[in-house]
């Protein structure tokens, strides 16, 4: 009901990092394309087994160092009903190997079809009678711009499923501060609001240090509103996206966390995935260069973070 199975695995770990798993056949080495053509042709079945393959090898290369993989839908959706079906062989495949997974789908709708959202990412579908997991992830990225009835639904869902949801507060996106930035007649952004909502929507769902089930997205693009929300949400864990391919570095998501160091998961994508291709090394080794870029970006940021707990 809150991520205290994420701060739980973010402590074990000691790295308050995500693997990102938005996988692109451009990204994929040519033996796994290669094997896959071969079995299935130029075909969606073969690109969704090219990804698969690919993701397991990174999940076998950073699960014991990294705590969370977080897959996109579209990168999966791109590849239609096969692509799908990769994403939930790659959520329990994660799971299977201990990491938490934070399917980002950026849901958002009217209340009854966020509880079809909710059951099919986090929940369980009742499927003539039998409730059975369906894509089975253990937090799922959302839209709170439809309101609290959007979020009740999943509210319900993460309590009963002990599962989390990160709210979109401040994107890391160039355009994200055309709407968010906007002051309100309160005087307050709209980001800020929606943070106000996270916290009174996460009260319900308590953890045991001091964080809810309900997360918020904060840009690592944006450190200042990064420092800032995190005084004002002090209830709220942030994932961080925008660390390494869109320029955020260990400076700018050092405000994300708190005294003791929580608080915060940065998200990398591109930097882990592709670190083959930056690191030109043979592409046999591609998982563990993902592993080689996992290990330097937790040593950057714990380093940053060990300074700023030791500067009070
Ligand atoms: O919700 C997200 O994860 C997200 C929110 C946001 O504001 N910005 C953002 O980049 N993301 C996602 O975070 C990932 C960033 O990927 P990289 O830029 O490759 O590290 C992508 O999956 C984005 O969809």
Redesign the pocket.
Known sequence: MSFDRMIEKIVETQNPTVA?L?PKLAYIPSYILDGAVAKYGKTLEAAAAALLEYNKGLIDALCDIVPAV?P?AAYYEMYGWQGVRTLAETVAYARAKGMFVIT?G?RNDIGTTMEAYATAHLGKTDVFGEKTEAFGADAL?VNGYLGTDGIKPLLGVCEAEDKGIFV?VK???PSSGELQDQKMESGKTVYETMGEFCEHWGETIMGKYGYSGVGA?V?ATYPAQLGEMREKAPHTFF?V??????GGGADDVAPAFDKNGLGAII?????IMCAWQKEKCDEHDYAQAARREAIRMRDEICARIGEIRANG
Not at 241 to 246: E, K, L, T
Request: avoid cysteine.
């Open positions: 990102g938005d977080k996109q980002d950026k990225t979109l994107t890391s996106n997205v840009g994932l996206p925008g660390y390494g391919a869109q998200n990398s994508s591109r930097g």
